[in-house]
């Protein structure tokens, strides 16, 4: 996690963006950045649906396709990047799937607008529909592997108590009925990683009156203990396809955590290769991998 701030307010925001210092980027719906969105913003719904997987040519097509739309969204390196959704906890954590993807690809500045767009609203943020057109730059791609878990590294992870697997998906995709948020069968199959423990994402945050704040740090570290992790751990974190996890990668990091890592290909991936275990059925509580289910 780098020093500066990952969180910002919607004065910060307001403040960079007017300054013209900000690339503001909505990975909402693109009908919904049409009905409204913060001054300046541009749409970028793809760091929400693209699904990812972890092959060599996979991550290079992840990494050539965000360059791209990075580049065309103005970002230079010099610019910070604020990625925002409606709120921290109705969009899967997708704004926290574009600040680490940014950080993923090596990009310098990144932040999240807290609260997303309710937030901004409740902070009295005015909201327009005309379209701004950023002009195409070169995007600074420097690779952070330390970031990104591949099926490969999950796959080696299994049975090694020295590294940690968090599913942190939704209950019901944890106890195997469920394959993903998009529909019961949306992947072939249902169940977990073998050996992963659950914390369910909501629990990192707290929501009053519809608006989702991270937990305290002291919160997030008990918490995660109550499953056994703890700051210095090597910790994989993964959920159907990378923005959920995105959003505990924030919360743990904000806590202390220092290495984590995040399966962007993530059950979306996992379950599709038949080659790869899973544990089915209802969950054996975090049992140790003993081979191939
Ligand atoms: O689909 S998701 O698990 O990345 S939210």
Redo the contacts with the bound molecule.
Sequence with gaps: MPSTPVLHSPDDVRRLAASGDAVVIDVRDPADFAAGHIPGAVSMPDI?TYLAETTPEGLKTLQQTFATLFADMGLDGKKTAIVYEDALHT????SC?GYWILRYLGYPAVGILDGGLSGWRRAGGTLVTDVTHPTRTEFPLRINPALMATYADVRAALGNPAIRLLDN?DRV?WLGESS???GVDFAPRKGRIPGAVWIE?YDFMKVTDGHAAFRTADEIRQLAASRGLTPDDDIIIY?????????TYVALASAGFTRLRIYMG???EWSRNEALPIEPGLPKAAAPYCGAA
Excluded: H, I, L, V
């Design positions: 929400f969009r899967y954590g997708a799937r998906r995709e993903s948020p998009y994402w959920c159907f396809k990378g923005a959920r996890a995105a959003n993530s059950w979306n």
